[in-house]
Nanobody
Framework: QVQLVESGGGLVQAGDSLRPSCAAS????????MGWFRQAPGKEREFVAA????????SYADSMKGRFTISRDNAKNTMSLQMSSLNPEDTAVYSC?????????????????WGQGTQVTVSS
């Protein structure tokens, strides 16, 4: 079992930055890949970014490349998503997830454990 708790969401203005984090407990943190997904009202869950077990490899959705940076600290069992140049289209609930099998998967079906999510709202 893995427990995930997100924090660091909030209300910001267009152009601002935000850095939500995900704290994990349960299994050995460095043994699994992780990812961030987001879901806006009325829309399907959308892949944001993924990171490998060691943090040495990352993957991003095209619309996030250059604006978002995923990172992890295996010593602290935490993962973060640095988001910059935010715009209202980035408004969503952002959730972290654990993938025990497929490395850097973009499909939510490959992820085994999920956090509750943290709300990010970007005003224009």
């Amino acid at each position: 079992q893995v427990q995930l708790v997100e924090s660091g969401g909030g209300l910001v203005q267009a152009g601002d930055s935000l850095r939500p984090s995900c704290a994990a407990s349960g299994r050995t943190f460095s043994n699994y890949g992780m990812g961030w997904f987001r879901q806006a009202p009325g829309k399907e869950r959308e892949f944001v970014a993924a990171i490998s077990e060691s943090g040495g490899a990352t993957s991003y959705a095209d619309s996030m490349k250059g604006r978002f940076t995923i990172s992890r600290d295996n010593a602290k069992n935490t993962m973060s998503l640095q988001m910059s140049s935010l715009n209202p289209e980035d408004t969503a609930v952002y959730s972290c997830a654990v993938c025990l099998t497929a490395a850097l998967s973009t499909s939510p079906r490959d992820y085994n454990y999920w956090g509750q999510g943290t709300q990010v709202t970007v005003s224009s």
